[in-house]
Nanobody
């Protein structure tokens, strides 16, 4: 089970840190990703971190602004978002997969959190 939190309303240029907590001691067996879905658009990949937390990959839209990290001891994954833009407005979801892929599709992920809304005002 995944539980995402940390969304909210922020002005353009601001920052937010999303958190996602997982239940169960098997957390470190999963690759963890963040996806987002903006109103009227399809869900898209944002960032992914491997099992140990030492390899990451980002969508072009997130590179240089977002940082994904994980703490396996706390069963947590994070998404630090800086220099936010209005086009980052979306519901953000954390998800877990049993295998690594640099640019995954959502259907390749087994487990999903409920989503947290990020709204960036201009």
């Amino acid at each position: 089970q995944l539980q995402a939190s940390g969304g909210g309303l922020v002005q353009a240029g601001g920052s937010l840190r999303l958190s996602c907590g997982a239940s169960g001691p098997t957390f470190s067996n999963y690759v963890m990703g963040w996806f987002r879905q903006a109103p009227g658009k399809e869900r898209e990949f944002v960032a992914v971190v491997n099992w140990r937390g030492d390899t990451t990959s980002y969508a072009d839209s997130a590179k240089g602004r977002f940082t994904i990290s994980r703490d396996n001891a706390k069963y947590m994954v994070y998404l630090q978002m800086n220099s936010l833009k209005p086009e980052d407005t979306a519901v953000y979801y954390c998800a877990a997969s049993t295998y690594w892929k640099n640019r995954p599709f959502g259907f390749e992920y087994n487990y999903w959190g409920q989503g947290t809304l990020v709204t960036v005002s201009s």
